[in-house]
C-alpha cells in the first residue's frame, strides 16, 4: 500500500475546528481546541467502527438459564433474568483459514528466535485421533488442506483463543492507523518490534522505543509540542476483540430480536429459532436441517442422495440459516469457547447486569527506577505447573510476550493500588468470590482449613472444577439436538482442547447501544 498523502481525518477534524468559531466548555468558559488557551483538543466522533468480521448485537434483558428439560439433573444453569450491553460478535466462528493466518504472522515473526510462541499458538491437531475410528487423516488435513480453508479451526484451548483475540486487535488497530496513514506497512518487524495497542497508547510513558513505522504523527494544538500520537480521546483505535462471556453468547445465539414485538418477547425460543424442531417449516426449504448436529447412534449426516445436515464432522462457516441477529452456526458445527470460569452456582451468584465470573484485576507494572514509565516485556517468562503428588516440574506456560506490556495483579500491598479507598473489591482474584472462597465452603470456621484450592473443590481428589475450568456453550456435530439449546452449559480445563471446540470473538460495544441514527 503507497503511503496515504491525504488530509488524516483527525487532522481535518482539528484543521477544522481550530480554524472555525471555537466551541467552548460548559464548566469554564474557555475555548476548546485554541492554541493560545493551551489547546485542550476535542475531536469530532459520531460512532464507534465496526471491527472486520463483526456484526451489532443490540443488548436487552432475557431469561438466562434452563429452557430445555435438565435431562442430566446438573442443576446448573437454573433460569435468571439478566440484562446484556450492546456488543459486537463474529458473524462465523474462525476459520482454519483466519487461524494460518495467525499463524503465519506469529512464526514470521518469533520463529527464529522464540520458536516456543509459535509452539504454543499451535493448534493439537491430534484431537481428532479416536482409538476405535479412522480419523488420522483429519490430523494431517483438515487444519491446513485448502478443502478445509473455510471451516472452524478446533483443537484451540481456551488459551490459545484468548492469545489470537490479543493478536487480532493489535493487528486491526495496526491496520486502520496504516489506512489513515499514520503508520505504513512494516513487514519487518521482529520479537520485541511488533506494533502493540495498550503500549501505543501508552505513549511515552513506555519503555520501549518501538512505536510503528510512522510515517506521520498528529498535529497537536498543545503550544508545548507541534504533534502527538493518537490517543484513546481521538476514537480512532477500537476496543479489544477477546472471548465474549457466557450470558453475551447465549443471549446472541437466542437472537431474541427477531420475535419481540414493541418490549413484548412473543416466544421463548428453545433454539436459536421458533418452534421445538430443528427442521426448516419453510415451504421453500421444508425438512431441511437448520444445524449440523448429530441426530442418532451412528447417524452424522443421513443417507446418501439426501444427506439431512450435508456434515459428516463440521461445515463450512457459512452453512445454513444465520439467526435474527446475522451470526451462523450459533447452534451445532462447533461448540465455543467463552470467557467464563465454570461454577455451577453461577446463575445465582453473578451480577444480573453483564454477569461474569473470572475477574482478576490488574494493572500495568511500573519501571522501579521511574515508577511513570510502564514496563514492557523483552523475554519470555514461564510459569511452571507442579504435579499435585510428586512435586515434579510437568509443564510450563508462556505468561510474557516480547513486545506487550508486563502486567501484576492489584495488591493491597502496593500504595498506588490505593484499594483501601474501594468498596467493590479489595483484592484482584475474584474468582472463587461466593463459590469456592473460604467464606462459602465448610471450612468457613477453621482457619487451618487446607489450602485454598481445596476448600471446596479438590481438583483431581473429588471434582474436575478449579479456577482453570472454562465454559463452552453450544452444541457441535458431535452431539445430540438438546445442547444446542443456548441455555446448556459445559466445562473443560482451560489448557485442554477437542475436535467438537472452536470459538468466536467479540468486541466492547462503547457509547449509544443502539447505533448511530438511532434514538
Not at 518490534?193 to 510503528?212: H, I, R
Amino acid at each position: 500500500m503507497n503511503r496515504i498523502k491525504k488530509p488524516l481525518i483527525v487532522l481535518a477534524g482539528i484543521t477544522l475546528l481550530a480554524s472555525c468559531a471555537k466551541d467552548r466548555s460548559n464548566t469554564t468558559g474557555w475555548n476548546y481546541n485554541d492554541p493560545k488557551n493551551g489547546g485542550f483538543e476535542v475531536v469530532p466522533y459520531e460512532e464507534q467502527e465496526t471491527g472486520p468480521g463483526l456484526v451489532l448485537v443490540e443488548g436487552g434483558t432475557f431469561t438466562m438459564g434452563r429452557s430445555e428439560q435438565d435431562v442430566l439433573y446438573d442443576w446448573n444453569n437454573i433460569p435468571r433474568r439478566v440484562s446484556v450491553s450492546s456488543f459486537y460478535m463474529d458473524e462465523t466462528e474462525v476459520r482454519n483459514l483466519d487461524y494460518l493466518e495467525y499463524l503465519h504472522w506469529t512464526g514470521r515473526v518469533f520463529g527464529a528466535n522464540y520458536p516456543e510462541i509459535l509452539k504454543k499458538a499451535l493448534p493439537d491437531t491430534l484431537v481428532w485421533r479416536s482409538k476405535l475410528a479412522y480419523n488420522d487423516p483429519y490430523v494431517e488435513y483438515y487444519l491446513r488442506h485448502p478443502a478445509y480453508r473455510d471451516y472452524p479451526v478446533v483443537g484451540v484451548n481456551w488459551l490459545q483463543a484468548s492469545d489470537y483475540c490479543s493478536w487480532r486487535t493489535d493487528r486491526v488497530n495496526e491496520f486502520i492507523l496504516i489506512r489513515e496513514g499514520i503508520l505504513e506497512f512494516a513487514p519487518d518487524q521482529r520479537d520485541g518490534t511488533t506494533f502493540n495497542t495498550d503500549w501505543y497508547l501508552a505513549g511515552s510513558k513506555a519503555t520501549t522505543p518501538y512505536e510503528g513505522a510512522v510515517v506521520q504523527d498528529i498535529p497537536s494544538l498543545d503550544p508545548d509540542r507541534q504533534t502527538r500520537k493518537v490517543r484513546m480521546e481521538d476514537g480512532i483505535l477500537l476496543p479489544k476483540y477477546r472471548l465474549p462471556t457466557e450470558a453475551e453468547w447465549e443471549y446472541a445465539a437466542y437472537g431474541l430480536i427477531g420475535n419481540t414485538i414493541g418490549e413484548r418477547i412473543t416466544d421463548r425460543r428453545l433454539y436459536p429459532w421458533n418452534g421445538h424442531g430443528v427442521r426448516n417449516p419453510d415451504e421453500k426449504y421444508i425438512g431441511q436441517m437448520l444445524a449440523n448436529y448429530k441426530r442418532s447412534n451412528g447417524d452424522n449426516m443421513g443417507t446418501a442422495g439426501m444427506l439431512n445436515d450435508a456434515g459428516d464432522i463440521t461445515t463450512p462457516v457459512y452453512s445454513y440459516w444465520p439467526n435474527d441477529y446475522g451470526l451462523y452456526n450459533m447452534a451445532g458445527n462447533v461448540s465455543e469457547w467463552v470467557m467464563d470460569v465454570y461454577r455451577p452456582l453461577s446463575p445465582e451468584d453473578k451480577d444480573d447486569f453483564r454477569p461474569f465470573r473470572g475477574n482478576v484485576f490488574k494493572t500495568a507494572l511500573k519501571d522501579t527506577t521511574d515508577p511513570n514509565l510502564t514496563v514492557i516485556n523483552d523475554s519470555i517468562k514461564h510459569e511452571y505447573i507442579y504435579d499435585i503428588k510428586t512435586g515434579l516440574k510437568t509443564d510450563s506456560t508462556i505468561t510474557n510476550i516480547p513486545g506487550q506490556i508486563r502486567t501484576r495483579e492489584v495488591d493491597l500491598k502496593h500504595k498506588e493500588d490505593n484499594l483501601d479507598k474501594h468498596r467493590n473489591y479489595k483484592q484482584a482474584d475474584n474468582i472463587s468470590y461466593l463459590d469456592g472462597d473460604t467464606e462459602s465452603s465448610l471450612y468457613y470456621s477453621d482457619p487451618t482449613a487446607a489450602t485454598p484450592d481445596k476448600i471446596m473443590y479438590e481438583w483431581n481428589v473429588t471434582s474436575l472444577i478449579n479456577d482453570k475450568a472454562r465454559v463452552y456453550k453450544g452444541g457441535s456435530w458431535k452431539d445430540r439436538a438438546y445442547w444446542m439449546v443456548p441455555g446448556t452449559r459445559r466445562f473443560l480445563d482451560q489448557k485442554q482442547a477437542a475436535d467438537y471446540i472452536g470459538f468466536r470473538c467479540a468486541m466492547t460495544r462503547v457509547g449509544s447501544p443502539v447505533g448511530l441514527g438511532s434514538k
